[in-house]
């Protein structure tokens, strides 16, 4: 198994987990980016991308690289977030401090570039409605109940809300937790195979 990072903090760490877990022996991290993979032609049977094509603004050169690193009838699997229903979200998320650095897409405009880049999709499973339904509670419990902080009771909750919503109000956001979740909720599965 090869793992490849843009980031050589995060390719340092996993090296370090993957020893402490055993797997030194099985599993390489590479140091590398998604649009020129440091790897020859052909050389994987399947390849899985989680999180990643949310950062990347080339998404044909994406599928283009992960086409040529598979061989024949490998198997590519793809998970990331797109743009829920009501908009770019705000910012910061976990993938992108700010607009300039995400790069969110819609279903049909990953499954466009896949196909571009030689795949065929051969399933598409759309998780947006799935995925606010689940949060949904959620977001409004910490719309109502605040969040606790790290090392904090239940009863330190009403606190830690009041400082999230001055946060908000300082960056101009509305305090509105449910909001703010579910612009951000579209996730995508994708099953494309190397033709």
Same mark, same amino acid.
């Given at each position: 198994?090869? =793992? ?8 340092? /760490? ?15 991290? !590479? ?31 994406? /599928? ?5 690193? !598979? ?10 977030? @797109? %743009?829920?229903?009501?908009?770019? %979200?705000?910012? %910061? !998320? ?5 607009? +300039?650095?995400?790069?969110? +897409? ?7 570039? !896949? ?30 109940? =605040? ?10 909750? =009403? ?21 703010? @979740? ?12 190397? =033709?």
């Amino acid at each position: 198994m090869t =793992g490849v990072d843009l980031t050589e903090s995060f390719c340092e /760490a996993a090296r370090q987990l993957t020893s402490l877990a055993g797997l030194a022996d099985r599993v390489t991290i !590479l140091h590398g980016s998604a649009l020129s993979l440091p790897m020859p032609d052909a050389s994987f049977d399947a390849a899985y991308s989680q999180a990643v094509l949310m950062n990347i603004s080339d998404k044909l050169g994406f /599928a283009l690289e992960a086409f040529r690193v !598979l061989r024949p009838g490998g198997m590519l699997g793809i998970s990331l977030v @797109g %743009p829920g229903p009501v908009g770019e %979200p705000y910012y %910061p !998320l976990p993938w992108a401090t700010t607009q +300039a650095s995400s790069f969110l +897409a819609t279903p049909d405009q990953i499954r466009t570039e !896949l196909q571009a880049g030689g795949f065929e999709i051969l399933s598409l499973h759309d998780t947006t409605v799935a995925t606010i339904e689940t949060f949904s509670p959620i977001l409004k419990r910490l719309e109502t109940e =605040g969040a606790a902080a790290l090392g904090r009771t239940r009863r330190h909750r =009403g606190k830690c809300k009041g400082m999230a919503d001055q946060r908000d109000a300082q960056l101009g956001r509305p305090p509105n937790l449910h909001d703010r @979740g579910a612009r951000a909720q579209a996730r995508l599965n994708e099953k494309a195979i190397a =033709g």
